[in-house]
């Protein structure tokens, strides 16, 4: 891979583990204290809690997947696939720098999860 290219890749996996670190870094916010009668209330606390854990461990997963990008950097195997060896297209590369898969081993994941 380019020199350029894999500088720029490094550049925008680093922005995006900041970003990540800093949304985990939040943390959730506990639901306040719950008046007698209120269910809707109490329901919609619950469905925010829950669609906030949802998003964290999202964001937990796509950072792990950007450490293990930065890891391939490192050791130089970034841009191939991680399953069959082949080059990733730069497209992919250059929309989802954490790509892990060429197009072809994606479907094939995608399909098992």
Not at 2 to 31: C, F, K, M, N, S
Not at 63 to 82: E, F, K
Request: net charge neutral.
């Amino acid at each position: 891979m380019e020199r350029h290219r894999l500088d720029a890749a490094r550049d925008l996996l680093l922005a995006e583990r900041a970003r990540l670190d800093a949304d985990l870094a939040d943390g959730i916010v506990a639901p306040g204290p719950m008046t007698y009668g209120s269910q809707a209330a109490a329901a919609s606390q619950v469905f925010e809690q829950q669609r906030d854990l949802a998003l964290r461990e999202k964001n937990a997963q796509h950072l792990a997947d950007v450490v293990a990008a930065l890891r391939r950097i490192a050791d130089g195997t970034y841009g191939a696939c991680v399953r069959c060896g082949a080059a990733i297209a730069a497209e992919r590369l250059e929309a989802l720098p954490w790509a892990a898969y060429c197009i072809e081993c994606q479907r094939l994941v995608g399909r098992a999860r």
